[in-house]
């Protein structure tokens, strides 16, 4: 009997957390030209960081599943490894992610990146942006003016090659 059960529920519990990620994405739809929503998170160094302190500046917002994994490792250095043309360029890169800000400090340590990596615990900044997932923050990257516009919004992500698909995008 419990096997019977178990067979009429087990569908309907991953149906109900597909539809629960498929749903709980934004209310609102983000294009180029939008207004970025305003954010205010936590660094891997508690310090805060809100969309206003970047005005005047390009800001490069990019989410990520989980930090140290191979696909975050490959993203997160193709960034460091090209940093210095961001900010010969003016351009702010901020990564974003569900993870906690101690775990943050530890791999921005461990691979000596140069910019600074936001926690997202309550899934409400991914959320605005439309990142969010049920487990993880989808890989999703967007480009800010210096007036809060979204320049561009990267939904599909080559994680070896973003950074300078970026860079060439910006400085063409």
Not at 15 to 23: E, K, T
Not at 36 to 61: I, R
């Amino acid at each position: 009997m419990h096997i019977l059960k178990l067979l009429f529920v087990i569908p309907i519990v991953i149906i109900i957390v597909i539809c629960l990620n498929f749903f709980s994405g934004n209310s609102e739809v983000l294009f180029a030209g939008s207004l970025a929503p305003s954010f205010s998170l936590t660094d891997q160094d508690g310090n805060t960081h809100n969309l206003v302190d970047y005005k005047e500046k390009k800001l490069v917002v990019y989410f990520f599943p989980l930090a140290d994994t191979p696909g975050w490792i490959k993203e997160a250095c193709g960034f460091r490894n090209v940093y210095a043309e961001f900010e010969k360029n003016n351009i702010t890169v901020i990564g974003i992610s569900y993870d906690k800000p101690e775990s943050l400090r530890e791999f921005k340590d461990k691979y000596n990146l140069p910019f600074n990596f936001l926690s997202d615990r309550n899934k409400k900044v991914a959320k605005k942006f439309g990142a969010n997932g049920l487990v993880v923050p989808k890989r999703m990257t967007f480009v800010i003016d210096g007036d809060g516009k979204i320049e561009k919004i990267y939904k599909k992500v080559n994680i070896n090659t973003h950074a300078e698909t970026i860079l060439e995008d910006i400085i063409k």
